[in-house]
């Protein structure tokens, strides 16, 4: 069994934001949706943990419009999904780990409106690549995927999935890609070029190679860093054990002999790594110690 994809539109038609959202609804009526409590994403929490620890939006996303983003993104998870499938490598509603990964992103999204106002009205999907890589990613507008050799080589509990998957919200909610994008252009003197496609009718285009960047897009050791103090702050509030986050590096640490997988290379490494979570953990374990836990705990899949 897989999941559904629709047919993409012709690369050079539509990519407005409403054509993004037809795509992706397509996809998850196929089962790629992930139901939520719409009055738990509205729910404000309180001003303490690791707020005060992240600056404002870098000025730079203000360069590219988070619509047509997200609208890129739509349309190259929708892709990677389709292609997935087509392969065989998309795991269906029913596995074991999309129950469980989606079952731990419904406690954290809750949380992420708070960070960015714009999840509230993001269509947040979950899906499971099976395929060897020791990756994982969520891409603006809510699009999680984890492939499944970072579950099966790490051999993760709940709570360091929970670690992972806050991390790469994190990017999302703090529109880091964004900021990247909008850094890029500003670099190359496109602001003007920029604005002239967004309203001469070359949004097409520009999504195109807005949807390139984000499968190639590397992230600054800045933006992993906040990823990271964020991502803490999530699971916490999420009833997970945010000290995961150690086991979690050291787990990686030893599968990649000392150095950072690629997923996250930008990184600080071994013990400098170690040494940031761990002073950030007296100002989030307070929010995990009042967190409503899970009431099921899921398992990693059978060790390769």
Request: one cysteine or more; hydrophobic letters at 45%.
């Amino acid at each position: 069994m897989t999941l559904p994809i629709p047919e993409l539109a012709h690369p050079g038609g539509c990519l407005c934001a409403l054509h993004g959202r037809r795509l992706f609804t397509a996809l998850l009526a196929g089962g790629g949706a992930l139901a939520l409590a719409g009055p738990a994403l509205a729910q404000a929490q309180p001003q303490e943990g690791v707020q005060g620890d992240v600056g404002k939006a870098s000025r730079f996303t203000k360069l590219v419009p988070a619509d047509q983003v997200e609208a890129a993104a739509t349309q190259q998870y929708v892709q990677m999904a389709q292609q997935a499938a087509a392969k065989g490598q998309l795991a269906p509603a029913d596995h074991p780990q999309v129950l469980r990964l989606r079952a731990i992103a419904r406690r954290i999204i809750p949380f992420a409106a708070p960070w960015n106002h714009r999840a509230r009205d993001w269509e947040w999907s979950v899906n499971l690549l099976i395929d060897p890589q020791v990756n994982a990613f969520c891409m603006p507008g809510g699009k999680i995927a984890f492939y499944s050799g970072i579950l099966q080589k790490l051999q993760l509990s709940d709570d360091e999935v929970a670690s992972i998957m806050g991390h790469e919200v994190a990017h999302a909610l703090r529109e880091h890609a964004r900021e990247r994008m909008g850094k890029t252009m500003a670099t190359r003197g496109a602001i003007e070029l920029g604005a002239a496609l967004f309203g001469l009718g070359g949004a097409g285009r520009m999504a195109a190679d807005m949807g390139g960047q984000l499968l190639t897009l590397k992230f600054g050791r800045e933006d992993e860093s906040e990823a990271d103090i964020v991502g803490l702050d999530l699971s916490a509030r999420a009833g997970y054990d945010p000290g995961a986050g150690v086991t979690l590096w050291q787990k990686m640490l030893a599968a990649n002999k000392g150095a950072p997988p690629q997923w996250m290379s930008t990184h600080p490494s071994g013990t400098t790594r170690i040494r940031d979570i761990q002073a950030k953990l007296p100002k989030v374990q307070p929010l995990y110690q009042r967190a409503e836990k899970p009431k099921q705990r899921f398992g990693p899949p059978p060790a390769a």
